[in-house]
């Protein structure tokens, strides 16, 4: 004959059965699930067909993990507002201990998030968001019975500002062209560039102030006369050509706040210089020819100067046709913001082209 095996809970009568979610089959007892009321003590006997019973007490504990209720940022919070997440648990054994992570670390102190812990939660609070704040936050709570993980995205959304901010370009006629333009913000801004157009019929996409009409540029083959295209938000043409010239405006917009707008265009505030394009000539002359004299300012507009100089001696016979081209910079000079501030400086600078001999 074999032994028998029993098992008891302690106060009852009766031997636990083998069928049920608290059951005992032989020398097994299984509770499935166990929950927090199977905790106690529990006695296993075993009864020989010969000789006295054996029998043993163990004392059962169930332990219930931290559970933690799901939690989110918003998708629409924007650099300086303020914002709090609670981190709470629904179920679990006490005590119960939170921590925060950033990004797989400890919150950084630099980024003064404050936190404030109780019993069953934690909460935690930002004053005022900036984009160093984005990130993967994790709330991790820990018992005696196991440590578990909840983790949300905060994604700050961030105006666009200038890294690179378009400024006015002089160029030679037939270099190449670049007209820069960078932002950063989050999302990343779209860089857009528009062009002042002559009339409504070749308006792209925008109408500006005081009824001015522009349209979208950037779409044309690289490299094709007169033709403009975008590189890394940038604008670029292979040579400089007139028709490029004009007033350019660089649009960078994420959706978030007002969108940069800056103008490229002719300053009130220039240094002009002169350089000499020698035009086709009969015979070539090993000499240049001379530079203007008494360079100086004939009239100032909104968008225009005028300058007017006295030509040089003629050269020996035959005559070579002059042409002369003026050329901009901006001034560095502080506080130079309006046309009286314009100057010409006699000083300047000039240069003579060797243009092929025609025969």
Not at 157 to 173: F, H, I, Y
Not at 198 to 225: F, H, I, K, R
Request: with cysteine; charged share 15%; hydrophobic share 40%.
């Amino acid at each position: 004959m074999y032994s028998s095996i029993s098992w008891w809970r302690r106060g009852a009568s009766v031997a636990l059965g083998g069928a049920g979610r608290v059951s005992a089959r032989g020398a097994e007892l299984r509770l499935a699930p166990a929950l927090p009321a199977d905790a106690g003590h529990y006695a296993c006997a075993v009864a020989a067909p010969t000789g006295p019973a054996a029998r043993r007490d163990v004392d059962i504990q169930v332990r219930n993990p931290p559970k933690i209720s799901p939690f989110m940022f918003s998708s629409e919070l924007t650099e300086g507002s303020s914002v709090q997440v609670l981190c709470g648990v629904s179920s679990g054994d006490k005590p119960m201990y939170f921590t925060w992570l950033k990004d797989g670390a400890p919150l950084p102190a630099n980024l003064q998030i404050e936190e404030k812990n109780l019993n069953e939660f934690s909460l935690l609070m930002f004053s005022e968001l900036t984009a160093r704040h984005s990130g993967e936050y994790t709330c991790r709570v820990s018992n005696h019975a196991a440590v578990v993980n909840y983790t949300a995205t905060l994604s700050v959304k961030v105006a666009p500002t200038w890294t690179m901010e378009p400024s006015d370009t002089a160029v030679l006629l037939g270099a190449p062209l670049l007209l820069r333009c960078a932002a950063k913000g989050h999302p990343v801004p779209l860089i857009t560039w528009y062009r002042r157009s002559g009339g409504a019929s070749s308006l792209v996409g925008d109408s500006g102030d005081n009824g001015e009409q522009w349209e979208q540029v950037g779409s044309a083959e690289w490299g094709a006369p007169g033709g403009l295209h975008a590189v890394n938000g940038s604008l670029a043409a292979g040579a400089a050509a007139r028709g490029l010239q004009g007033l350019y405006r660089c649009l960078a917009d994420n959706g978030v706040g007002p969108p940069l707008l800056k103008h490229e265009h002719f300053d009130d505030d220039v240094t002009l210089s002169l350089v000499c394009h020698c035009a086709p000539v009969l015979y070539s002359h090993t000499e240049p020819p001379a530079a203007p004299r008494q360079l100086r300012l004939g009239g100032v507009g909104s968008r225009w100067v005028r300058l007017v100089w006295t030509a040089p001696p003629a050269p020996p016979a035959p005559p070579a046709s002059l042409v002369y081209t003026a050329l901009y910079a901006p001034l560095r000079t502080p506080g130079a913001a309006t046309a009286t501030n314009l100057t010409v400086h006699t000083d300047h600078r000039y240069t003579a082209q060797t243009v092929p001999v025609s025969r």
